[in-house]
């Protein structure tokens, strides 16, 4: 990664504010973070009380607020500045791009315009390439990531962790350093079960 490049505080769109987590937003990001219907297609376990939220922020973002080319941002309508989603992209090996968006905000288009966003930043901090996979169940996030540029490699099957469930992913990849015929191997090295689709 190229490290002259500032991640910059703030990003805008037509409609949106991307920005960093705050204290003050705990009680957005609990709001999202304990719908066990959003929380179908994440890692973790619906959040039960505020205090788990207040530690879940503090630990996933407030405390990476710094990183260098780090990317963990929320999402906002201009409107009201409160937190309806967050972005981020995982600054290990897989630079995996990761988002969540409120229920009343979906199917809108604000997903996509928020990532086009942090895209461009990711260009210009010079990162290789991203990832991101999908539960084959959600294929609503799969339009996200084709709409980012970004093209179907495999599919595999991952016991997830800590919900213990067998999840059907499909990975996607774009290369932004001109290396068109890269792909990301990690996935389909671990799990036995891999293959490729047709017509996804």
């Given at each position: 990664m190229n490290?002259?490049?500032?991640?910059?505080?703030?990003?805008?769109?037509d409609r949106l504010l991307i920005r960093p987590f705050t204290p003050e937003d705990t009680d957005a990001f609990f709001a999202l973070m304990s719908d066990r219907e959003i929380n179908t297609f994440l890692p973790w376990f619906p959040l039960q009380t505020r205090a788990e939220a207040e530690q879940f922020l503090e630990e996933r973002y407030l405390s990476r607020s710094e990183e260098p080319d780090g990317f963990h941002y929320a999402i906002c309508l201009?409107?009201?500045n409160i937190p309806i989603g967050y972005i981020n992209v995982d600054v290990g090996e897989s630079h995996d791009f990761g988002y969540?968006?409120?229920?009343d905000c979906q199917h809108k288009g604000i997903m996509t315009e928020a990532a086009l966003a942090v895209l461009?930043?990711?260009?210009k901090a010079g990162i290789p390439y991203i990832?991101?996979?999908?539960?084959?169940?959600?294929?609503?996030?799969?339009?996200?990531?084709k709409r980012m540029g970004m093209t179907?490699?495999?599919?595999?099957?991952?016991?997830?962790q800590p919900k213990n469930i067998l999840v059907t992913f499909r990975m996607y990849q774009l290369n932004l350093d001109g290396r068109k015929d890269r792909v990301y191997m990690e996935y389909w090295n671990?799990?036995?079960?891999?293959?490729?689709e047709k017509d996804v």
């Open positions: 490290n002259i490049h500032k991640t910059p505080t703030q990003l805008t769109t201009k409107t009201d969540a968006l409120r229920r461009e930043e990711i260009r990832t991101a996979t999908h539960d084959v169940k959600n294929p609503a996030s799969g339009k996200v990531m179907y490699r495999y599919s595999y099957e991952e016991p997830w671990r799990y036995p079960v891999h293959y490729i």
